[in-house]
């Protein structure tokens, strides 16, 4: 199966568009662009990826997360599909971190995020879950989450101060070198 897929970038009038419900999951022509799309983010090793990213207007997302240079406490979960997906309940509170998006490559945003979400969608097999999700398997399924109701991450960061180009963020956030005075 191809895993090939062009991804749409900023500018893209799909990427700006609320996205529109799946009607049937058992559907052999959805249920292959599922399978494409979970194929793709494994290839990729990314956490997660967005129909109207692949110019699908429909409300589904892939979500994985792996520990990562950011996250190194982030779960291990293979990716899996989020069909319909809805908010029922979330924290009072928010947290900052970064951000990075394949639609935006090369830049990356400090995203306020809800803690926690009481979320409900459909799964592959057509079965409706609800659950919580905290901490970073929270804050992906909001980035993905906003890509079906046409945001992107750089709507929500606070200031143009919390940008950074992927090469600085590099040097500066992802492996900072170690400071040489720190002990006073
Ligand atoms: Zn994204």
Redesign the pocket.
Known sequence: MSTDFFIHQLGHPLLRQKAEPVESIEDSAFQQQLDALLAFVIDKGGMGI?AP?VGISQRFFILSSHPNDRYPYAPDVPPFAVINPEILAHSDTTSKDWEG???LPGIRGLVPRYEWIDVRYQTYAGETVETRYEGFMARVFQ??LD?LNGH??IDRVESNLELMMEQEWQKQIAHPRQKSHSDH
């Open positions: 967005a990213q998006c394949l639609s980035h993905e890509h992107v991450f």
